[in-house]
């Protein structure tokens, strides 16, 4: 089991930013790469980014390059996500999640999941 929790959502004015965390139990973090999704109202759940097991490699989605950054700190079982110049489209619950397999985190399928936290960006 590798528990997942949240934090850094709000409410924020397009163009503001926010820093995400997901914080994580156990003492195998760097075994897991690491990624954060989100679903907006009536959508389905996207992929946002993710970073490798050291953080060797990372990989965005088109609609966040250049604007989100993800990162890990290994020694303290955290992956952030820095979120700048955001969008109305940008509202959504934020979820990061941990899968052993690099592809499998990117297919969307992740082992463990956090609860989420709301992020929402106001015109």
């Known amino acids: 089991q590798v528990p997942l929790v949240e934090s850094g959502g709000g409410l924020v004015q397009a163009g503001g930013s926010l820093r995400l965390s997901c914080a994580a139990s156990?003492?195998?973090?760097?075994?897991?790469?690491m990624g954060w999704f989100r679903r907006a109202p009536r959508k389905e759940r996207e992929f946002v980014a993710a970073i490798s097991y050291t953080g060797e490699s990372t990989f965005y989605a088109d609609s966040v390059k250049g604007r989100f950054t993800i990162s890990r700190d290994n020694a303290k079982n955290t992956v952030y996500l820095q979120m700048n110049s955001l969008k109305p489209e940008d509202t959504a619950v934020y979820s990061c999640?941990?899968?052993?397999?690099?592809?499998?985190?990117?297919?969307?399928?992740?082992?463990?999941w956090g609860q989420g936290t709301q992020v929402t960006v106001s015109s």
């Open positions: 156990g003492r195998t973090f760097s075994s897991y790469a």
């Open positions: 999640a941990a899968d052993p397999s690099w592809s499998g985190l990117l297919s969307g399928m992740g082992d463990y």
